[in-house]
């Protein structure tokens, strides 16, 4: 029988390619780019140049048309190196995803092309008073000759300020809640768009999280990538979709930080030997390695199911995204208990590596609403 569980050689020459760049380009400013909370321009550079910035954007419209798995590769490898700078391919797919899956092709062409060359794509659905109950956020769309006129507010936004474009999904008619809302794309440089200060984060100190204000932004018919009243399905279709990116997030975190226990535990002697001789230090570090390589074929398999559309995403796109997430919190903590007084300090990546992973189990859904929605959508054996 063929290795099922294998990858096809492609997406293994894709993961070599992608550690090889991350490790050369992305990996020696991770520290400081953590250290002086500031956007990790030479990533953006180096994933623009090489076509990973947005590799999802299908090829008729200027990206590589990575398909999930590959898309799930790339992130997985990043992050293993940099967390933030994983949060460039992995919003720019979020945010561009109710455009890929509601819009139609003039759309697509008037914004893909520009996303792939690095002008960037948010995704705008939380409010300060809609976080886990997303159908109750309160922006307000309103009709306005032949178009429509945006007021409110977003929380939390992934990369706001240096993205171009932005999915906005607003309410018509609150009393409808969910069959109210409607999504449409909106520019940085639109009248009436404007930003927040930019939050204090504990981990993933290189992407800007940002509020989005909108005040009186008049956008055009052509601006709207879903029915009327169909946005708040569209949104959650795209979360269907890129969950997945997170559970590759935290899988390339963990990755990072088992490397760097392992290697850590070969050199470090004591009691006269290296404590990867210990017993108590192997078992730790083969729960971390088993743990891993259960989240990869649990998001790989995901992964799949997303690109064949199949009818059990939901509850496969968000047990990977919780599954691989809490795993990657556990095994990151492990990561600094290996390392001892070295891994609580800033001297090796893992005390980043844990704060970073810590968002994995908060954004894209928190993982209480993870085990909501598998709960709704339980697999039929
Ligand atoms: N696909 C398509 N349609 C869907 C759907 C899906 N996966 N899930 C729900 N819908 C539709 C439902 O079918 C329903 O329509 P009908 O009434 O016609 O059946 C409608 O949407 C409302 O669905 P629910 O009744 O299930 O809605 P709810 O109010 O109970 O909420 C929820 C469901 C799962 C809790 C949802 O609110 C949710 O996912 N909350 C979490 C929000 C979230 O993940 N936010 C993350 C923000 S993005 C982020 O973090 C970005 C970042 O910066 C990286």
Same mark, same amino acid.
């Given at each position: ?52 910035? %947005?590799?999802?954007?299908?090829? =008729?419209?200027? $990206? *590589? /048309? ?8 790339? &992130? ?59 159908? %109750?956020?309160?922006?307000?769309? =309103?009709?306005? $000759? *032949? /178009? ?8 939390? &936004? ?70 009327? /009243? ?152």
């Amino acid at each position: 029988m063929e290795n099922l569980f294998d990858l096809p050689a492609e997406y293994k020459e894709l993961r070599t390619s992608v550690r090889a760049l991350a490790e050369k380009e992305i990996a020696p400013f991770a520290q400081a780019v953590d250290e002086e909370h500031r956007f990790p321009l030479e990533a953006k550079n180096a994933l623009v140049k090489n076509g990973l910035y %947005a590799a999802h954007v299908p090829t =008729e419209f200027g $990206g *590589d /048309g990575a398909d999930a798995l590959a898309a799930v590769l790339i &992130i997985e490898e990043v992050a293993r190196v940099c967390g933030s700078s994983s949060l460039l391919p992995a919003v720019n797919k979020l945010g561009s995803m109710p455009l890929i899956l509601g819009g139609n092709d003039e759309q697509k062409k008037r914004w893909l092309p520009r996303l792939v060359k690095g002008e960037g794509f948010s995704y705008c659905l939380s409010e300060s008073e809609a976080g886990s109950d997303a159908s %109750a956020l309160r922006t307000k769309v =309103e009709r306005s $000759g *032949d /178009g429509w006129v945006l007021n409110g507010s977003k929380k939390w &936004i992934t990369n706001a300020g240096e993205s171009e474009f932005y999915s906005v999904i607003a309410q018509g008619d609150p009393k409808l809640r969910s069959k109210g809302i409607t999504a449409f794309i909106v520019e940085k440089s639109d009248p009436g768009v404007s930003f927040g200060a930019p939050e204090k984060k504990m981990g993933m100190r290189g992407s800007p999280t940002r509020e989005v204000y909108f005040d009186n932004v008049e956008l055009s018919d052509d601006r709207r990538i879903s029915e009327v /009243g169909e946005g708040f399905a569209l949104a959650m279709n795209t979360l269907d979709h890129t969950r997945i990116t997170i559970a590759a997030q935290a899988i390339g975190l963990a990755q990072g930080a088992f490397d760097v226990a392992t290697k850590y535990a070969h050199e470090r002697h004591q009691f006269g030997k290296p404590i990867f001789d210990f017993q108590a230090i192997q078992f730790i570090l083969a729960d971390m390695a088993m743990n891993i390589e259960a989240a990869r074929l649990l998001t790989y398999s995901a992964a799949i199911k997303s690109e064949n559309n199949e009818k059990d995403l939901t509850f496969f796109s968000a047990a990977s995204k919780c599954f691989a997430s809490d795993m990657a919190m556990k095994v990151t903590q492990d990561a600094i208990q290996v390392l001892g007084g070295y891994g609580y300090v800033s001297d090796y990546p893992v005390e980043r590596m844990m704060r970073d992973t810590k968002l994995t189990q908060i954004y894209e859904g928190t993982n209480q609403i993870q085990r909501i929605v598998m709960a709704r959508n339980l697999p039929n054996a």
